[in-house]
């Protein structure tokens, strides 16, 4: 079992940043990677971004590409998603969840542990 508790989301301008944490614990020595995704109201949940719990390996959504990253403090066993230059249509209920076995990373079928989810406002 692992559990996941994300924190960070709130509202900001179109422009500006947040960062969003994503703190592990239970079975972390079991996980393959850390994801980030996105449901906004009357949408489907998509992809953001994601890293390999060990080796550093990540990817990301094209449309946050060069705006978002992802991160994994390892002493803290928390995954970081630091997002810049905010857009409106960023505007998304944000969770992390873990994969523990090998998968799509883009997936949402891949992982296995979900957070509660955190929400982000980007007012224009």
């Known amino acids: 079992q692992v559990q996941l508790v994300e924190s960070g989301g709130g509202l900001v301008q179109a422009g500006g940043s947040l960062r969003l944490s994503c703190a592990a614990s239970g079975s972390i020595f079991s996980i393959n990677a850390m994801g980030w995704f996105r449901q906004a109201p009357g949408k489907e949940r998509e992809f953001v971004a994601v890293?390999?719990?060990?080796?550093?390996?990540?990817s990301y959504a094209d449309s946050v590409k060069g705006r978002f990253t992802i991160s994994r403090d390892n002493a803290k066993n928390t995954v970081y998603l630091q997002m810049n230059s905010l857009k409106a249509e960023d505007t998304a209920v944000y969770s992390c969840?873990?994969?523990?076995?090998?998968?799509?990373?883009?997936?949402?079928?891949?992982?296995?542990?979900w957070g509660q989810g955190t929400q982000v406002t980007v007012s224009s």
């Open positions: 969840a873990a994969m523990m076995s090998g998968g799509i990373w883009s997936r949402t079928g891949a992982y296995d542990y």
């Open positions: 890293r390999s719990w060990n080796g550093g390996l990540t």
